[in-house]
């Protein structure tokens, strides 16, 4: 027990030993602390990750590295220096009950007496014990002794009145507290201590509570944004490609147009350029015929004449209707139609996906109770509901609403059971795809990794991507997916498909279905029908049940991390069940 310090030592106190600081740190918000004591209560935080000031409350993502502060070494040194020269000549010191008899200079209270009602040193409490022949009742030395004292008769407290709850002398119980229910003092205490035990226990339990559901938030809120960046940066590279593809396609369409262009001008440059020539022949004789009409020389006329009768023939003449309106327009229309076209179906496309989005934000919740301790979010669509603490009313699973067993079937794997891991009792038929508990025991050769207390078997395949499949189960079964580390070996909750944090399952029987993880069960209303279909996205960390009839009926959905490959696996929980892979 630390002892009591002055004022002017509380700056150099310890807030958790409550004593003078011993090896002095100053952590990042300016709070002094023993070494050994900071670092004893960030050692049971580091499962959290987080470290926080036992004072403030100020936390630190990384555990800060602490260092010894030497001024305040110093200071605590020379406090501790006077602490010890004051004990060594017994002289009170801050914090100590002074002797009532000492006179100038007060030592250090030994011993209170509950009759003279007076604290003694050691030396005047030698000299009480001789004066007195009779021995009085003394205590350690106490500084609130005239609390333990009855003001109405001047008396020690030794008795508890439990009609008005309050301590009295033994005159009181004759007086203004006669007939009351009275005990004593020791006796009362006693009681009050189970008491106070049994309301710690309590303080403890919610603490504890409290904090799984602190770091399930913590972890619901990281998961949610993750699963946020991850999605904006799908989008961005998804946008990014698809912009990439755009410009390609312009590219394209700019060098075609180019081209077409070139070809075109070189076309029309060979047409002027026969015209040109044509022209230049026609007035060359244009100018010949102008001058031959200005001769006098009849002779020279009629010889001339004859030559110009007819034009010069062109055999060009046909190339040259040339279409001088040719344009690009039909070009341009193609791809503003195609703009118009693909601005409309991308428009379609993102309302519809926004509707489901928001749809799904707007039905599914987190499930939350009191039993519950898994980090992870289970994401259930069902009328049922349980109601969240108010501190987690505002947080909300984005999940995307159920889509139709075609688009699930694209995902669809192909399963067959491994019977290196089937119980002795289990029978795998029709090509390791049907799995059926019988009374006989089969000739499975010894394997390290056969179940040989549950009812279990798993398939050979994994999956780590987007996966889909549909069995057919009768009688009572589980079906589950799970980790390949999951025990193999005796009946404890570490072997049995849900009852750990390895494995998922899904139970159904005649009279019941429930889901169940880390041992922790969901009841489900029941759904008609023996055919379901099991969707896994891993990436994702979804999980999600269907129930297939005419219809298709989600059963329950799980939210989570998953961090090693998964297996499907089965359970037959009655003789004669069994479960087929479709």
Known sequence: ??????????????????????????????????????????DQEDQKGVYSCPLCKHTFTTRPVLYKNPL????????????????????????????????????????????????????????????????HSVIDATGQLQEMICTHHNKVFEIFCRTDQSCICYLCVMDEHKGHDTVTAAEEMNNKQKQLGQTQRRFQQRIQEREKELQELRKAVETLKSSAQTAVEDSERIFTEMIHSIERRRSEVTELIRAQEKAEV?????????????????????????????????????????????????K????????????????????????????????????????????AVAHIEIIKSSEYTDPEILVRSTDRKEVLPPYMSDVQAV????????????????FTLDPNTAHGKLHLSEGNRRVEWIAEL??????????DGYHQVLCREGLSGHCYWEVEWSRGVHIAVSYKSINRKGGGAECGFGCNNQSWRLKLSSSSFSFRYINKETKLPLVAGSRIGVYVDHRAGTLAFYSITDTMTLMHRVQTTFTHTLYPGFTCIDPRSSVKLL
């Open 316 to 359: 060009d003449l046909p190339s040259m209707t040339f279409n001088q309106t040719f344009s690009f327009e039909a070009g341009v229309a193609l791809v503003s139609s195609l703009k118009v076209e693909l601005e409309e179906k991308l428009g379609g496309i993102f309302k519809q996906e926004v509707a489901k989005i928001s749809a």
């Open 1 to 42: 027990m630390a002892e009591a310090i002055s004022q002017e030592e509380e700056s150099f106190t310890c807030p958790l030993c409550l004593d003078l600081l011993n090896d002095p740190v100053t952590i990042p918000c300016g709070h002094n602390f023993c070494m050994r004591c900071i670092e004893g209560c960030w």
């Open 442 to 451: 089969q000739s499975y050769p010894d394997h390290p990794e056969r179940f």
């Open 72 to 135: 305040i070494a110093e200071m605590v040194e020379k406090i501790r220096k006077t602490r010890i020269q004051a004990t060594t000549h017994n002289y009170a010191g801050p914090g100590d009950v002074e002797c009532d008899v000492c006179t100038g200079k007060k030592r250090r209270a030994v011993k209170s007496c509950l009759e003279c009602l007076v604290s003694y040193c050691e030396t005047h409490f030698k000299v009480h014990n001789e004066a007195t022949p009779r021995k």
């Open 266 to 314: 070189s076309r029309a440059e060979g047409l002027l350029k026969k015209l040109e020539q044509e022209i230049a022949e026609l007035k060359r004789r244009d100018d010949e015929l102008e001058q031959l009409s200005h001769t006098e020389d009849h002779i020279h006329f009629l010889k001339n004449m004859s030559s110009f009768q007819d034009l010069p023939h062109s």
């Open 399 to 414: 999940f995307p609403e159920p889509v139709t067993r075609e688009k699930l079937l694209q995902y669809s794997c192909h």
